[in-house]
Nanobody
Framework: QVQLVESGGGLVQAGGSLRLSCAASGRSFWRFNVGWFRQPAGKERDIVAAISPSGNKRLYGDSVKGRFTISRDNAKNTVYLQMNSLKPEDTAIYYC??????????????WGQGTQVTVSS
């Protein structure tokens, strides 16, 4: 089992920045692909970014490319999402998810509870 806890969400003005953290406990976190997903109110959950166990493979959703950066520190069992140039349309609940086999997949095995990000215009 892997337990995931997101933090770092909050209210920010458009153009601002936030850094989300996904802290893991449990089984060997370094073996897991980890993704960030988001779900705006009344909409479907979608991929934001994902990173492979070693960090050598990363993928991003089209709407965040060039603005968001995913990274990980396996020594700290933590994955980060640096979000810059935030827009009101980035407002959503952000979830991290982990899976040993799949990268950036909505069917990932383990999920956190989510953290709210609100961007005001």
């Amino acid at each position: 089992q892997v337990q995931l806890v997101e933090s770092g969400g909050g209210l920010v003005q458009a153009g601002g920045s936030l850094r989300l953290s996904c802290a893991a406990s449990g089984r060997s976190f370094w073996r897991f692909n980890v993704g960030w997903f988001r779900q705006p109110a009344g909409k479907e959950r979608d991929i934001v970014a994902a990173i492979s166990p070693s960090g050598n493979k990363r993928l991003y959703g089209d709407s965040v490319k060039g603005r968001f950066t995913i990274s990980r520190d396996n020594a700290k069992n933590t994955v980060y999402l640096q979000m810059n140039s935030l827009k009101p349309e980035d407002t959503a609940i952000y979830y991290c998810a982990a899976d040993e086999r799949r990268l950036g997949d909505l069917g990932s095995d383990y999920w956190g509870q989510g953290t709210q990000v609100t961007v005001s215009s």
